[in-house]
């Protein structure tokens, strides 16, 4: 009949928005957005990182005709962490998020796609979320003097070494190194600890890859494709490591599947 659709969200055993509180606020599920609450509690619990984003007030549009970025994921997300972190409640809705987080203008202006689940539409990783907002954040106050706020908290670096197979032993550890900010996605499929899953990330993972054959002493060699064992590891360290377990796969049907296996830690 044209009109709006009801919002709907979960609601627990206790339905009393005054209820006091215990230790830490909590979010209501609004909807498979476990793993939306899962990230922003993440953001939440680095004391730093959370200061650092309470404490944005200048932040501009990418595209100059509008200098002001209003009603978007950082207003969202400032009101959510203040409601975090000053109510008395026992726990918040975080639905006035995620309508900031489905900001139209950032289809308009060719930014990245919004996350499909950020209205709890469909169950997806924590990883994937966390990374959109932090870099939707980042991208706004680039300009500004707070441009190193979230990087000074959790960026990190990491280098993809290289190294060759007996098909190829001219090649050494040749490696780039790049710069990362937000979360690690560890791969849980097999693994029962959460040692096991960082050991697995950097582990040599054998491939096949045409490489410029130039010998260490400059010695040229054409190029064809050989066996090549890469891996990735952390250059630098940040000051807070932050860890996202990728519980999403696939079965042999290429069909979604959640992994709910415990990882010890």
Excluded at 44 to 67: G, V, W
Excluded at 92 to 102: D, K, L, N, S, Y
């Amino acid at each position: 009949n044209g009109d709006k659709p009801y919002s709907w969200e979960f609601e627990p055993a206790w339905k009393s928005d005054a209820d006091e509180r215990e230790g830490y606020c909590g979010l209501v599920n609004c909807g498979n957005t476990c793993y939306i609450n899962a990230a922003l509690q993440q953001i939440f619990m680095q004391p730093k990182l959370r200061e650092n984003i309470l404490s944005i007030t200048d932040y501009a549009h990418p595209n100059p005709s509008r200098p002001k970025w209003e009603g978007d994921e950082l207003e969202g997300l400032q009101w959510l962490l203040g409601n975090l972190q000053e109510s008395n409640k026992r726990a918040v809705r975080p639905m006035f998020f995620h309508q900031r987080f489905e900001d139209p203008d950032w289809e308009n202006q060719g930014r990245p796609i919004r996350g499909e689940g950020a209205a709890g539409h469909a169950q997806a990783d924590s990883n994937g979320f966390l990374q959109t907002l932090l870099g939707r954040i980042e991208d706004r106050i680039k300009k500004t003097p707070m441009k190193d706020c979230i990087k000074a908290v959790c960026g990190l670096q990491f280098v993809d070494q290289i190294v060759g197979s007996r098909a190829a032993p001219y090649l050494n550890y040749g490696y780039s190194v790049d710069e990362w900010v937000g979360p690690i996605s560890l791969n849980v499929n097999g693994h029962k600890t959460l040692h096991e899953c960082l050991k697995s990330h950097v582990e040599f993972k054998s491939q096949n890859r045409k490489v410029s054959k130039e010998g260490l002493f400059g010695q040229k060699y054409d190029k064809q494709n050989v066996q090549v064992f890469k891996r990735t590891v952390f250059k630098t360290m940040p000051q807070c490591l932050m860890i996202c377990l990728n519980r999403m796969g696939y079965d042999n049907m290429g069909n979604t599947l959640k992994l709910n296996h415990r990882i010890s830690f």
